[in-house]
């Protein structure tokens, strides 16, 4: 049987949120954009009111501002667009329970078998975009395809506001002539790689020999041989949110940080990683090290544990090794990531001889819980108020503790406010 396959795709999203919550800014040219003092100051989102005018995510505010001087420049919510995400996703159960959401902005449905009860797939479409529209305020563009493949591809062709089908038979008119960047899968690295085999259209690329494409690049090259002639069996899954893979987080640094500055920043997000990885009741081995140079260069190096972890020291120190094996304390750093994956179930672990292992565990438990009664900036460690802490930019005034940490043994104590230890 043939499948019926949607892929919603919000427009603007970030934008069009704060434009449908004012009505002053509809038809206006607003921006989304950090915080340029933070060094986030790149744009997040642009109506099309300031695409128009050559505004486009990635920009710095200041080449947005050079582009659009009568922009709107508003700070990112993230609060408020996982609420307005969480609207349209109710929207879109009540077509189907074959939800699986992409992004934050984007969702597959699949509509197979719906006909009889609910029209068409290009039916079914026009009444979705009409429900958003009307319920949520905002608009978005809606491809159906049979796989998810070619209707992710056909939600690109037409924004905003558009509705497009595509078929198999469509394949060779429509996508194969569109430059082989427009493939969904491949970005600027696999784009300029496939260029130098002389691969510059999505037609190149599905008439070329699909074996010298395997032995290039491997199980992927495969992969994107398929995409480009229109073939793609992976079902709609709406439990895809539920499997974890790994858990991370970064930072854009206020300043240039090296050497043992860098090590404040992975205290920080080791603390963030491992409390997100106990909360979801998870265990990783596999830690992730991200850093990104003042060229905007990427390293990214990991490194796996002979056990499974939640505990912010284990992840602090194997991101330790990894940036002084693969990081010269000499070279500056911009961006700090760090992860942790190859996640599990937490399992029942052997005691340790001595007890150290529970004692940090018990500890870091402690810190939770009383993050979740009087706030993340409650109890933290006491090298977050060196000059190097991102996270906490200045002492807690009503916090009831803080954590440090005792540098000759790597334990954590936690001090009273009062001057207890």
């Not at 979705?128 to 796989?147: D, F, H, M, Y």
Request: hydrophobic share 40%; glycine share 8%; proline share 6%.
């Amino acid at each position: 049987m043939s499948r019926a396959i949607l892929l919603v795709d919000m427009n603007a999203f970030f934008a069009s949120v704060h434009q449908a919550l004012d009505p002053g800014l509809r038809g206006k040219p607003v921006i989304v954009a950090g915080d340029p003092a933070r060094r986030h100051g790149i744009v997040l989102a642009a109506s099309y009111e300031a695409r128009a005018k050559g505004v486009k995510t990635g920009l710095t505010v200041a080449e947005a501002r050079l582009a659009c001087p009568e922009g709107i420049f508003i700070k990112p919510q993230h609060d408020l667009y996982v609420r307005f995400s969480a609207r349209i996703l109710r929207i879109l159960h009540d077509f189907t329970p074959l939800v699986e959401p992409f992004s934050i902005d984007e969702a597959f449905l699949d509509v197979t078998g719906c006909h009889k009860l609910l029209g068409s797939p290009v039916e079914i479409a026009h009444r979705l975009k009409a429900r958003i529209r009307q319920e949520v305020g905002i608009t978005c563009s809606v491809g159906i395809g049979p796989n998810k493949l070619l209707a992710k591809m056909a939600a690109e062709l037409q924004k905003p506001d558009g509705l497009t089908q595509l078929t198999f038979e469509d394949v060779p008119r429509r996508l194969w002539p569109l430059p082989v960047r427009e493939l969904f899968g491949v970005g600027p690295r696999y784009e300029e790689h496939l260029r130098k085999l002389n691969i510059h259209t999505i037609g190149d690329l599905a008439n070329f020999p699909v074996d010298v494409l395997k032995r290039r690049f491997g199980a992927y090259g495969e992969a994107l041989w398929f995409c480009a002639r229109g073939i793609d069996h992976s079902p709609v899954d709406p439990g895809s949110l539920k499997q974890v893979k790994s858990i991370g987080q970064q930072i854009t640094l206020p300043r240039d940080y090296r050497g043992e500055e860098i090590k404040v920043v992975l205290w920080e997000l080791a603390d963030r990683v491992a409390r997100r990885a106990r909360a979801g009741e998870y265990a990783g081995r596999t830690v992730v090290l991200s850093l990104k140079d003042t060229r905007f260069n990427w390293l990214s190096r990991r490194k796996t544990l002979p056990f499974h972890t939640s505990l912010a020291g284990d992840i602090y120190r194997a991101a330790a090794d990894l940036l002084e094996q693969h990081w010269s304390p000499h070279w500056p750093v911009r961006l700090v990531g760090l992860a942790l994956g190859g996640l599990t179930a937490r399992l029942p672990e052997q005691l340790t001889l001595f007890g150290e292992r529970e004692r940090r565990q018990r500890a870091e438990q402690a810190c939770d819980a009383i993050k979740k009664r009087y706030g993340e900036k409650a109890i933290f460690r006491a090298v977050s108020l060196t000059p190097a802490g991102v996270f906490y930019t200045e002492p807690p005034r009503t916090a009831p503790s803080f954590l440090m940490k005792v540098p000759e043994t790597g334990q954590m104590g936690v001090g009273m406010d009062d001057g207890r230890q």
